[in-house]
């Protein structure tokens, strides 16, 4: 291990690494000792010399090394199987009963640039980091031997890859697949296509706020719920079967609403769904126009706002937070007094305080008072390291309006 090449710290910069994070930056490294290979392992010191830990270096990213261990391990299909194992049974404490779930969520578990997602029997690998993408074979070997898949495929088609010097590689690592899948979800089947799907398929983080919002709707006799950006009809199909009198579920994709459908079918709840195609700030404003003297009538027992990310820099916040308020303004002018306002955001870049705010300045100008019910976060097959705030980025709230 002495004869890595030892990437030197400039003075205070140790300190978030000691703490657990896992990102160096260019800006924070002094100098290496002896030239070191991009994918390459290397040993991290501080300005005085001690011991770090190991990561993998790339002088392409702006993140230069990514951090794997305080000690000085091995990086083999050993530490691949024993680091995923380790995981796996943080899945089986916490979502016991779950047999589709993200087993691998880079940072969250100390393995930086690698994802890994179990839908039933199938396993999707992405690699978002060069040193990750170089140890694939490796990481293919532990996953095997862990969970013999019927197959492994990989959906290395993001964005952050082209920072590492990567580009797309999408297709079949192991055995034969075609793509399609059905999959269970809180008892609900979901059919998925993981090889042309959104992200690896579905969005495994809301797994469990499904079923507590769901949880909320059972509580009000003969609920009328709107689901918004409802992809494949997750939040709308919990809520359906957990007694509400009718669903309709909005989304601007075609192909989701389709799918969202058929998901429905599957599940005999097609007579308590409706599926509608449309943007869903178009459809809230043209469901909320009203003439002089005119009074909007509520019609919604229940309302989830579930958008994409409004933001993927700081720079946009200022946007992403008027596009918030503007649903949310739009939203609460439809809901019933009494009615429950299930709302999520998926930026890392609007912490849970701003978007609270942002939704109580709907409500002030929609004239409503609201009363906070539940706090919501991505599952825990998605977990937080609070000293990695990367890790934490889903934030979500229930309302009652109280008048």
């Known amino acids: 291990?002495?004869?890595?090449?030892?990437?030197?710290?400039?003075?205070?910069?140790?300190?978030?690494?000691?703490?657990?994070?896992?990102?160096?930056?260019?800006?924070?490294?002094?100098?290496?000792?002896?030239?070191a290979g991009d994918g390459d392992l290397v040993q991290v010191k501080d300005h005085r010399q001690r011991f770090l830990g190991v990561g993998f270096f790339n002088s392409r990213s702006k993140i230069h090394v990514r951090m794997l261990d305080p000690e000085r391990v091995?990086?083999?299909?050993?530490?691949?199987?024993?680091?995923?194992?380790?995981?796996?049974?943080?899945?089986?404490?916490?979502?016991?009963?779950?047999?589709?779930?993200?087993?691998?969520?880079?940072?969250?578990?100390?393995?930086?640039?690698?994802?890994?997602?179990?839908?039933?029997?199938?396993?999707?690998?992405?690699?978002?980091?060069?040193?990750?993408?170089?140890?694939?074979?490796?990481?293919?070997?532990?996953?095997?031997?862990?969970?013999?898949?019927?197959?492994?495929?990989?959906?290395?088609?993001?964005?952050?890859?082209?920072?590492?010097?990567?580009?797309?590689?999408?297709?079949?690592?192991?055995?034969?697949?075609?793509?399609?899948?059905?999959?269970?979800?809180?008892?609900?089947?979901?059919?998925?296509?993981?090889?042309?799907?959104q992200k690896t398929g579905l969005y495994l983080d809301q797994q469990v706020n499904c079923h507590h919002v769901a949880g909320l709707v059972a509580r009000s006799a003969n609920a009328q719920v709107l689901d918004c950006f409802t992809f494949l009809g997750g939040f709308a199909l919990n809520a359906a079967r957990a007694g509400a009198a009718h669903v309709h579920a909005i989304d601007q994709s075609e192909e989701a609403i389709a799918v969202a459908a058929r998901n429905a079918a599957a599940n005999g709840l097609s007579g308590t769904c409706s599926f509608e195609v449309a943007n869903v700030f178009d459809w809230l404003k043209a469901?909320?126009?009203?003439?002089?003297?005119?009074?909007?009538?509520?019609?919604?027992?229940?309302?989830?706002?579930?958008?994409?990310?409004?933001?993927?820099?700081?720079?946009?916040?200022?946007?992403?937070?008027?596009?918030?308020?503007?649903?949310?303004?739009?939203?609460?002018?439809?809901?019933?007094?009494?009615?429950?306002?299930?709302?999520?955001?998926?930026?890392?870049?609007?912490?849970?305080?701003?978007?609270?705010?942002?939704?109580?300045?709907?409500a002030f100008d929609a004239r409503r008072v609201l009363r906070r019910v539940a706090t919501y976060s991505q599952s825990p097959d998605h977990p937080i390291i609070p000293v990695i705030p990367e890790t934490e980025y889903l934030k979500g709230f229930a309302f009652e309006v109280v008048r």
Not at 17 to 34: E, F, K
Not at 86 to 105: G, Q
Not at 308 to 318: D, G, I, K, Q, Y
């Open 287 to 362: 469901h909320t126009l009203a003439k002089p003297h005119e009074k909007i009538v509520p019609r919604f027992d229940c309302i989830v706002l579930d958008p994409p990310s409004f933001t993927r820099n700081r720079a946009a916040v200022p946007d992403a937070l008027r596009g918030y308020k503007e649903i949310h303004l739009r939203a609460l002018k439809l809901l019933k007094s009494g009615g429950v306002l299930a709302t999520f955001c998926c930026s890392h870049h609007v912490d849970a305080t701003m978007f609270q705010d942002v939704i109580l300045a709907a």
């Open 1 to 35: 291990m002495d004869t890595l090449p030892t990437v030197l710290l400039k003075p205070g910069e140790a300190d978030r690494v000691v703490a657990g994070h896992p990102w160096v930056y260019q800006s924070s490294i002094q100098r290496l000792t002896q030239a």
């Open 74 to 197: 091995t990086v083999d299909e050993a530490f691949f199987e024993q680091r995923i194992r380790a995981a796996l049974a943080v899945r089986r404490k916490h979502l016991a009963e779950a047999t589709s779930f993200r087993v691998i969520n880079a940072e969250s578990d100390f393995l930086s640039g690698l994802i890994v997602d179990k839908y039933e029997d199938v396993l999707v690998l992405q690699t978002s980091a060069l040193g990750m993408d170089r140890r694939k074979p490796m990481i293919v070997a532990a996953l095997q031997k862990i969970f013999s898949p019927r197959a492994i495929l990989e959906r290395n088609d993001m964005a952050s890859r082209k920072f590492e010097g990567l580009g797309d590689a999408n297709g079949m690592l192991t055995g034969e697949f075609d793509g399609k899948l059905t999959v269970r979800l809180n008892g609900l089947q979901f059919e998925v296509d993981l090889l042309g799907g």
